[in-house]
């Protein structure tokens, strides 16, 4: 079968997190992880750039298919239910809102930089070496800090179900797919909603 260029974006993940181990500014790029998803689905309306596009599913898919690193066991029904899927999207929201408050923090001067990476969201690793004090405003190397923690930690997850499930299990309930289906569905009720009037108009 012949491999299209998008095949091979599971090196970005790759080449993201090598990235940031050595200058934590590049975490920024990750905002590319969440915009692009986004934008995708409010303009086409539909999942295509998670079933084809992110980078982080094929990584998952790639280590677990073509590596043999899974499994290959199905998951529990829970991890792919309503409750858990929305649960865990405002719990990741929750955590998001909090690294912009630290960023906030920083800014305005009422905390100083913390050059560490909160793996779990709970778990502290120093990562002082990937950043040069004044090399840039200090809020914009916490919010790499922060931002760095969330994708490592959402990765990390993401393959210890790989390693356990099927290769793609953290897409059932990934926070970026939840949000997107989302808007797909909103998109969908606000096309079927004009439809609608548009029938009815013309059958006055």
């Known amino acids: 079968m012949h491999k299209k260029w998008y095949d091979y974006l599971w090196i970005w993940s790759i080449l993201y997190f090598t990235l940031g181990f050595f200058n934590i500014m590049f975490a920024w790029l990750g905002m590319i992880d969440f915009a692009v998803p986004l934008i995708f689905a409010a303009a086409a309306g539909t999942k295509g750039f998670c079933n084809r596009y992110c980078g982080r599913g094929q990584l998952f898919r790639k280590a677990g298919k073509d590596w043999k690193l899974s499994l290959n066991r199905k998951a529990p029904s829970w991890l792919s239910s309503k409750w858990f899927r929305y649960g865990f999207l405002v719990f990741f929201l929750a955590m ?14 009422a905390d100083s930089l913390k050059e560490a990476i909160k793996l779990f969201w709970t778990f502290r690793v120093p990562w002082d070496w990937a950043y040069s004090a004044g090399t840039v405003p200090e809020w914009a190397a916490q919010f790499s800090f922060g931002f760095y923690s969330l994708m490592l930690t959402s990765t990390l997850i993401g393959l210890v179900v790989m ?12 926070p970026m797919g939840t949000m997107t289906q989302g808007i797909c569905k909103l998109k ?12 009815k108009e013309n059958a006055e």
């Open 188 to 199: 969908q009720n606000v096309k079927s909603t004009k439809a609608g009037k548009n029938i």
């Open 96 to 109: 998001f809102g909090n690294m912009i408050f630290q960023t906030w923090l920083v800014g305005s001067g």
């Open 163 to 174: 390693v356990l499930f099927k290769p793609r299990t953290w897409c059932s309930f990934c």
